[in-house]
């Protein structure tokens, strides 16, 4: 069953999206994650999809696709990007933009 418990409610791990659905290599998957499965990395990262998007962003920077890192970027809330990233060291610097406004 795709489904686990949380404090809250049940949740349907199929509606989250993580490194596991980016065909991860091996080699990846140690440098991102001990889990070994989906279920045990949302478990761990309490089902938080700003996290995941972190990491999708982290992933495709890592292989070098700078487009389709930018998009995981700009998935995350405007809250987990001004928690999470430094505008002056991060791999986009002036070009991240919260709603029309350069950090």
Do not use: W
């Amino acid at each position: 069953m795709n489904k686990k418990m949380t404090k809250e409610k049940n949740v349907d791990i199929k509606n989250f999206e993580t490194i596991f659905d980016h065909n991860i290599t091996q080699e990846e998957l140690k440098y991102f994650t001990p889990t070994r499965s989906k279920e045990e990395y949302l478990k761990k990262y309490n089902y938080d999809q700003d996290e995941f998007y972190r990491d999708l962003y982290d992933l495709y920077c890592y292989r070098k696709d700078y487009t389709t890192a930018k998009k995981y970027f700009y998935m995350q809330t405007e809250k987990s990007i001004k928690e999470h990233y430094n505008p002056y060291t991060d791999t986009f610097k002036g070009d991240i933009e919260i709603k029309g406004v350069t950090l």
